[in-house]
């Protein structure tokens, strides 16, 4: 009731022709679970990065999300070897991310969907709090857990949030109804924070860490914001990309050659605005002068 209220009948029937087709569910066994769960998210997998079938993905990935938090509840006093890791706040976790880029990449089709954007907001926000609420505890955990596991569950699926929540606030301060100065304002400085805690949950030699750091970047102009936090995020910039090199200079991605084009242009900015605080035209504390360092 609670989706049809929010979301309308078109959204809700084929989740119920879903439930229909598996009326049966609660007499089968945990094994089938697993395997229905599985089938929806790599068919939501595949259906989204081959095809771009953004609507179908998300319909994928939401039913196992469903089946997943019900079987957390139903099944909770249960221990882990019994009811399937399928179960572990882990794996919901990294569906819940899966859900989360399928929304994002429907709105790369539907731009000024703003019902589509809220959602992305919601989900995000929720991800960060799930993170929040359950941190990683090696106690948890298995001895030999290794680094990649923590980033994959933890670190990065939060950030990915963060950079959601981000995309979010540049497009409400660009598109969004209420156009008074001070709510465009507060999205352009949300926009910028956002982007900026997206950076600070992964590791800097991440290749998105860097390019968090310009997303933020690139809001500071209108969010007005000291000499001294431009300058500052102009050298997590410059620090970063040589050890994101490092580790990804083989991967022959047309965004990652793209984005390379930014960061010479940015450490361009920053040598620029090193001149100017040298010979003190602009000051840490002051204003930034953006037309002098972007000429």
């Known amino acids: 009731m609670e989706r049809l209220r929010k979301e309308g009948w078109d959204s809700v029937r084929p989740a119920l022709a879903t439930i229909v087709r598996f009326r049966n569910i609660l007499r089968v066994k945990t094994v089938t679970y697993l395997f229905i769960c599985r089938y929806w998210v790599v068919n939501g997998f595949l259906v989204g990065k081959a095809e771009s079938n953004y609507t179908s993905a998300m319909e994928y990935h939401r039913n196992a999300l469903s089946i997943i938090n019900w079987g957390r509840q139903v099944w909770k006093?249960?221990?882990?070897?019994?009811?399937?890791?399928?179960?572990?706040?882990?794996?919901?976790?990294?569906?819940?991310?899966?859900?989360?880029?399928?929304?994002?990449?429907?709105?790369?089709?539907?731009?000024?969907?703003?019902?589509?954007?809220?959602?992305?907001?919601?989900?995000?926000?929720?991800?960060i709090r799930d993170v929040d609420d359950h941190p990683f505890n090696p106690q948890e955990y298995p001895p030999d857990s290794d680094p990649g596991f923590v980033l994959s569950?933890?670190?990065?699926?939060?950030?990915?949030?963060?950079?959601?929540?981000?995309?979010?606030?540049?497009?409400?301060?660009?598109?969004?109804?209420?156009?008074?100065?001070?709510?465009?304002?507060?999205?352009?400085?949300?926009?910028?924070?956002?982007?900026?805690?997206?950076?600070?949950?992964?590791?800097?030699?991440?290749?998105?860490?860097?390019?968090?750091?310009?997303?933020?970047?690139?809001?500071?102009?209108?969010?007005?914001?000291?000499?001294?936090?431009?300058m500052a995020v102009l050298a997590r910039i410059r620090l970063s990309v040589p050890k994101m090199r490092q580790v990804w200079c083989q991967n022959p991605s047309t965004i990652l050659r793209d984005r390379e084009e930014t960061y010479a242009k940015l450490l361009k900015v920053e040598e620029r605005a090193k001149s100017l605080i040298a010979r003190k035209v602009i000051t840490l504390r002051g204003p930034f002068d953006w037309d002098a360092v972007e000429k």
């Open 153 to 230: 569950f933890f670190h990065n699926i939060k950030g990915n949030a963060f950079a959601c929540k981000g995309l979010y606030h540049s497009y409400m301060g660009e598109y969004g109804k209420d156009r008074s100065i001070g709510t465009v304002q507060d999205h352009w400085m949300s926009a910028m924070q956002s982007y900026t805690d997206a950076a600070d949950c992964i590791p800097d030699d991440d290749k998105n860490h860097p390019w968090y750091l310009n997303c933020a970047y690139n809001f500071m102009e209108v969010a007005r914001v000291p000499t001294s936090t431009v």
């Open 77 to 127: 006093d249960v221990p882990k070897d019994k009811r399937g890791i399928i179960f572990e706040i882990t794996f919901r976790r990294g569906v819940w991310n899966m859900y989360l880029d399928s929304l994002m990449g429907a709105h790369s089709h539907d731009r000024k969907n703003f019902q589509l954007l809220e959602r992305i907001f919601e989900e995000a926000d929720a991800l």
